[in-house]
């Protein structure tokens, strides 16, 4: 059984900072491929950066040069690093997860319960 815990998330003004952390606890962290996503009041779900096991990384046009995506596999911890934030990066911010189970198999989906990012004006 796979468990994501994301942490860090909070109240912060326009202009700060946060760092989220996602621990992974079971499956193999280190081949799988790790994102975060968020969701904003009224909006639907979107992705803000993902990184793949080869560490490709990729991230949403509305957080390039701001957000940094990172992780540790041996502490089995996805991060994002938030800067500048602005009051349009309020929502909740989710971990996601396709990590396998066993070596040469298909991974599956996962998700944290999500951590409440605020930034005020």
């Known amino acids: 059984q796979v468990q994501l815990q994301e942490s860090g998330g909070g109240l912060v003004r326009s202009g700060g900072s946060l760092r989220l952390s996602c621990l992974a606890s079971?499956?193999?962290?280190?081949?799988?491929?790790m994102a975060w996503y968020r969701r904003a009041p009224g909006k639907q779900r979107e992705l803000v950066a993902r990184?793949?096991?080869?560490?490709?990384?990729e991230y949403a046009d509305s957080v390039k040069g701001r957000f940094t995506i990172s992780r540790d596999n041996t502490k089995k911890t996805v991060y994002l690093q938030m800067n500048s934030l602005r009051p349009d990066d309020t929502a909740v911010y989710y971990c996601?997860?396709?990590?396998?189970?066993?070596?040469?198999?298909?991974?599956?989906?996962?998700w944290g319960q999500g951590t409440q990012v605020t930034v005020s004006s």
């Open positions: 079971g499956g193999l962290f280190s081949i799988s491929d």
């Open positions: 996601f997860g396709h990590i396998p189970l066993q070596p040469l198999r298909r991974g599956d989906n996962y």
């Open positions: 990184i793949t096991n080869g560490g490709t990384i």
